[in-house]
């Protein structure tokens, strides 16, 4: 059952876990043949090569970032912007399994390496997200959720919602509730586990795992239905982000 607690931003967690999170990631897509990376994913008109695609270039985009804060210069995470970034996913995507699969375990080491070169005051020092201006320690956070969230976008029975380490799911859950009553439209309210979040009336109540409840709040509607109860008729929520 969901219990809203502190979300609280673990620095330490998050570098220690995103190393896991990319083995297990590449473990499950270096079984994949050419053919089963061209099957789409979760995610609408992407196949798993644009999963995969998308993975790898996110990984660069953070290590530019930490590069960024280690030189004290200010740089794009993905230079030229989001045309850029989508063009250069598609490109990606086109791309045989073993060149994906070269992409991926070298984006992971390098993710690995920047991390490792920072340091409590180069993890404080802005840098430029596509959404704003953030400590560069959200790199960490943001890579550790890429690769969990994206894990299960490939839609395979060996990694699911229910794979999802329970540290992960404890650590982002609270965050992503916390910032749901700002996601719902004004006058709306939902029940969530326990909890209520939003103004007016409650329109619908979602009861669940922990890890159904997460997928739901980040848009995985249809991985997150089958473990929920749910009362009403849920609201759409804005695009994660």
Known sequence: MCRVTSSTYDLPAAVA?????????????????DAEIREPSVLPGWSRAHVIAHVSRQGAAMVRLVDGALTH??????????????????TGAQSDVN??????????????YAFARMTAPTWGRQVLFPTGAY???????ARWREVE??????GLDVYTIESWPEEFVGTH??????????????GVAVQVGESRFGTGEIVASLEGPDSALLAWLLGR???????LE????????????
Not at 17 to 33: D, K, M, S, W
Not at 75 to 82: D, R
Not at 135 to 140: F, K, L, T, V
Request: charged share 20%; aromatic share 6%; proline share 13%.
């Open 149 to 154: 969230i994206h894990h299960v976008d490939l």
């Open 17 to 33: 876990n995103v190393p896991l999170a990319q083995e297990r990631f590449f473990g499950t897509i270096a079984t994949l043949t």
């Open 230 to 241: 749910i009362k009403g008729t849920p609201p759409e929520l804005p695009p994660w982000s």
């Open 73 to 90: 210069r200010s740089v794009e995470a993905y230079p030229g912007g989001p045309a850029v970034r989508d063009a250069e996913i598609e």
């Open 173 to 186: 859950l609270p965050h992503e509730l916390a910032k749901l009553p700002a996601r719902l439209a004004p």
């Open 221 to 227: 509607v249809g991985l997150a239905a089958p473990a």
């Open 99 to 112: 060149d994906l699969m070269d992409e991926v375990s070298e984006s992971n080491r390098e993710v690995v």
């Open 135 to 141: 400590p560069a320690s959200r790199c960490a956070w």
